[in-house]
C-alpha cells in the first residue's frame, strides 16, 4: 500500500458501523492502520463489527448512539474522545428507505404517508449527514492536521429512481449538503477538514431486498433485472467493494479532495441505457 493511503495514528468512527455496508468499511478502515470506533443503535449491533476487527489484530470499540439524536451523539462523541482522544475520520453510514415510503400497486404516490416520507428524509439527511457532522466535526475542526468526513449518498442523487420519492430526495440533499459543507468547513475553521461522499451503486442489503428480489423464490424481481441491464459490470456490487474509495477518501492521498460524490456504481452513472 502506497505509505499516503495508510491510516495508522488515526481515529475513524463509522456509523451504522453494524450494517452489512458500514461494517465492511470498518474493517478497510481497521485493516488500513485506523482504530475504529464503531457506533449503532445498539452496542451489541457495533460490537459485531468491532470483534473482528480485534480479532484480525485491529483496534476497535463498540459504542451505542441514535444518530437522530443529538444529546445522543453527544455522549457517543464524548465516550469515544474518552476512549481514542480525538477523531479524525468520520463515516456516516445512517441511512435506509422504509416500505410504506415506497409507492407500489397498493400504494399511490397521492396516498403515501406524510409520516413515513419525513422518517425516510429525516434518517438519510438529518441522520446520515447533518447531525454527526455537527457533533464530530465540531471535535475534528481543531485538530492541527485536519481530517476527513464521508457521507453516503446513493445513484438516486444522480437519477432518482421510480417508486423511492422520499429516499431519492434525501440522498439529492446529502450530495448538496456535502458540497455546501465542504466549502463552509475550509472557508470558516480549517482548509484540511475535507468533506466528501460515496454515492454506491447498487447493493443488495435488507432495505432493499424486496424491492430487487422475490421473497418466496430469491430471483431477481423485474426491478433488479433492469438495474443490472442497466450496469455495464453485469453484476450488484459487494461491500468491501466500497473500502477502497473509503480508504483513499479518509487518507492523505485525497488531501486535496474535498466536496465529490464519488461513484461506485459498476458504471450505472455512466450508461445512457444504449
Not at 482522544?85 to 456516516?92: N, P, T
Not at 468547513?185 to 432495505?207: C, D, K
Not at 466500497?242 to 459498476?266: K, M, N
Request: hydrophobic letters at 45%; glycine letters at 10%.
Amino acid at each position: 500500500m502506497l505509505p499516503s493511503l495508510r491510516l495508522d495514528g488515526k481515529v475513524a468512527v463509522v456509523t451504522a458501523g453494524g450494517g452489512v455496508l458500514g461494517g465492511a468499511i470498518a474493517q478497510g478502515l481497521a485493516a488500513a492502520g485506523a482504530a475504529v470506533a464503531v457506533a449503532d443503535l445498539s452496542r451489541e449491533l457495533a460490537q459485531a463489527c468491532a470483534d473482528p476487527i480485534r480479532q484480525a489484530g485491529g483496534t476497535a470499540a463498540a459504542y451505542a448512539v441514535n444518530a437522530l439524536e443529538k444529546t445522543s451523539l453527544d455522549a457517543c462523541c464524548d465516550a469515544i474522545c474518552r476512549d481514542f482522544e480525538r477523531v479524525d475520520i468520520l463515516v456516516s453510514g445512517v441511512g435506509g428507505n422504509m416500505k410504506n415510503a415506497t409507492t407500489s400497486p397498493d400504494l399511490s404516490f397521492f396516498d403515501l404517508p406524510a409520516d413515513a416520507l419525513s422518517k425516510v428524509i429525516d434518517l438519510n439527511l438529518l441522520g446520515g449527514a447533518i447531525l454527526p457532522a455537527q457533533t464530530f466535526g465540531k471535535r475534528m475542526k481543531d485538530n492541527p492536521d485536519g481530517g476527513s468526513i464521508i457521507n453516503i449518498s446513493s445513484m438516486n442523487a444522480f437519477r432518482p429512481l421510480t417508486r423511492i420519492p422520499g429516499y431519492s430526495a434525501a440522498k439529492a440533499a446529502v450530495s448538496n449538503f456535502t458540497q455546501w459543507l465542504a466549502v463552509h468547513l475550509a472557508q470558516e475553521y480549517s482548509r484540511t477538514l475535507r468533506v466528501n461522499a460515496i454515492a454506491p451503486g447498487f447493493f443488495l442489503t435488507e432495505q432493499n431486498r424486496f424491492l430487487l428480489t422475490d421473497k418466496e423464490t430469491g430471483e431477481l424481481t423485474d426491478r433488479g433485472k433492469t438495474i443490472l441491464a442497466h450496469t455495464p459490470m453485469g453484476s450488484f456490487g459487494k461491500p468491501e467493494d466500497l473500502v477502497g474509495a473509503a480508504v483513499w477518501l479518509a487518507s492523505d492521498a485525497a488531501r486535496f479532495v474535498t466536496g465529490i460524490v464519488l461513484p461506485v456504481d459498476g458504471g450505472f452513472s455512466a450508461f445512457s441505457g444504449v
